[in-house]
């Protein structure tokens, strides 16, 4: 149970275009989910937490007109890198709460972005 | 701020070789400590949830504990494919945001 997936695993696109990364929960609910942006040998920074039916909540320092996040069903949350620039290349990770356990976040397996 | 160090940085262990990985943090009203593991271009892999000190969770090979201050993963007799990077996080505050570590980065070669 509580499994994630991303689309598409992995993306190389032209500088000033657009990537859309679907996230969605296979076999549960979600009414929140979060994005995350991880760089060779760092951790993982949250960028922005997804509610189901409403707004992103962006973290300080994250660009909301530039990375849109749409939470439009309870198992789909979708990101879009809007105008990509070489330095938007990061592996995004999203993960996702179940209705019943509100505190764990289990994770996609990753979308590995390279902007050219 | 909320603050989580792991240590070491990475760690090369034999084949059999017990060892333990340490997150310490500092934070203000702790909601749960998680462990996960990564794998190399893979997304993490949930492993424990500590929620107060002196809590102790085991799966397989690897034991989870939790003090005021830090949070120990025993791996006993580790083989090869437990290696992978262990990352430690902090839940906090009322919007549930999760703070990790760096991750330790573990190899066991056989």
């Known amino acids: 149970g509580a499994v994630v997936s991303q689309h598409p695993s992995w993306v190389i696109c032209k500088s000033g275009t657009s990537v859309k990364i679907e996230c969605r929960s296979l076999?549960?609910?979600?009414?929140?989910m979060f994005w995350y942006r991880q760089f060779p040998k760092q951790s993982l920074m949250l960028m922005a937490t997804?509610?189901?039916?409403?707004?992103?909540?962006?973290e300080q320092g994250v660009e909301k007109d530039k990375f849109l996040i749409n939470h439009a069903s309870l198992t789909l949350s979708t990101l879009t890198v809007t105008s990509a620039h070489p330095e938007d290349s990061s592996f995004y990770i999203c993960?996702?709460?179940?209705?019943?356990?509100?505190?764990?976040?289990?994770f996609g397996p990753g979308t590995r972005l390279l902007v050219l | 701020e909320d603050q989580v160090t792991q240590s070491p940085e990475a760690l090369r262990l034999q084949e059999g070789e017990s060892s333990s990985l340490n997150c310490s943090y500092t934070?203000?009203?702790?909601?749960?400590l998680f462990w996960y593991r990564q794998d190399p271009g893979k997304g993490p892999e949930f492993l424990f949830t500590?929620?107060?000190a002196g809590e102790e969770k085991e799966k397989e090979r690897l034991k989870a504990t939790l003090t005021k201050k830090e949070s120990f993963l025993h791996i006993t007799a580790p083989k090869p494919e437990d290696s992978a990077t262990y990352l430690c996080?902090?839940?906090?505050?009322?919007?549930?945001?999760?703070?990790f570590g760096k991750g330790i980065t573990l190899s066991v070669r056989p």
């Open positions: 996080a902090v839940l906090t505050g009322a919007n549930s945001k999760l703070t």
């Open positions: 934070v203000s009203g702790l909601r749960g």
């Open positions: 500590l929620y107060s």
């Open positions: 993960s996702a709460r179940t209705l019943a356990d509100k505190e764990t976040q289990y």
């Open positions: 076999d549960f609910q979600a009414t929140t």
């Open positions: 997804s509610n189901e039916g409403s707004k992103a909540t962006y």
